[in-house]
Nanobody
Framework: QVQLVESGGGLVQAGESLRLSCAAS????????MGWYRQAPGKQRESVAG???????NYKDSVKGRFTISRDNAKNTVYLQMNSLKPEDTAVYYC?????????????WGQGTQVTVSS
């Protein structure tokens, strides 16, 4: 079994920053893609940013230039640095990982961490 544990959410004012962390632990052979999703009330869960084991990244258009995703492969940890936060960034943020275990790839999700941005 694999667990993803998130931290770093909180309440900030517009224009401020937060850094989210997500550490994976358990029976992990490797992790291909790690990323962050978010879900606001009344909206569908959406992809925010992703990063491959090789360091290739992608971002939702609305966060480009403000958010930076990174990972520490040795620690099986992914980070999301969020700068210039806006009220529309308010959501529960979920860590996601495609984890190779027992020669099969599985999707794992973190418990979610609340990010609230006040105007």
């Amino acid at each position: 079994q694999v667990q993803l544990v998130e931290s770093g959410g909180g309440l900030v004012q517009a224009g401020e920053s937060l850094r989210l962390s997500c550490a994976a632990s358990g029976s992990i052979f490797s992790i291909n893609v790690m990323g962050w999703y978010r879900q606001a009330p009344g909206k569908q869960r959406e992809s925010v940013a992703g990063i491959t084991s090789g360091g290739n990244t992608n971002y939702k258009d609305s966060v480009k230039g403000r958010f930076t995703i990174s990972r520490d492969n040795a620690k099986n940890t992914v980070y999301l640095q969020m700068n210039s936060l806006k009220p529309e960034d308010t959501a529960v943020y979920y860590c996601h990982a495609e984890v190779l275990t027992d020669e099969h790839e599985y999707d794992y999700w973190g418990q979610g961490t609340q990010v609230t941005v006040s105007s």
